[in-house]
């Protein structure tokens, strides 16, 4: 029984180290859309082409990520905005994010 366990713990790490590397892939094609958007102007359409492409679908599906038109939505928005996912994942962004959305509400 013991063995089961070992064997069964052992497979969902595995899993989610290899769901947490496919999440790295869909932020680094979040980078490299808005490394494009910034430079030719079409960052939105480039990662909605991409996740809606058959690899995209699958990497986001391995990242635990359901490829549907509301997600393709979703990132075509976050490169719109044009913040990089390094600073968008950071404590600060998040904090002045949330002092910015404060201060709308007063």
């Known amino acids: 029984m013991k063995d089961f366990v070992d064997g069964t713990a052992f497979n969902n790490e595995q899993g989610n180290r290899a769901r947490k590397l496919f999440a790295a892939v869909v932020l680094a094609a979040?980078?490299?859309?808005?490394?494009?958007?910034?430079?030719?102007?079409n960052?939105?359409?480039?990662?909605?082409?991409?996740?809606?492409?058959?690899?995209?679908?699958?990497?986001?599906?391995?990242?635990?990520?359901?490829?549907?038109?509301r997600v393709v939505s979703g990132l075509m928005e976050f490169v719109a905005k044009g913040v990089r996912t390094s600073v968008a994942l950071s404590r600060e962004e998040s904090e002045r994010r949330h002092a910015a959305e404060q201060a709308e509400a007063a």
């Open 30 to 41: 979040l980078d490299d859309a808005i490394a494009d958007d910034k430079k030719y102007g």
């Open 43 to 69: 960052g939105p359409e480039q990662i909605a082409r991409w996740a809606r492409s058959r690899d995209g679908r699958e990497v986001l599906s391995c990242a635990g990520i359901d490829p549907n038109e």
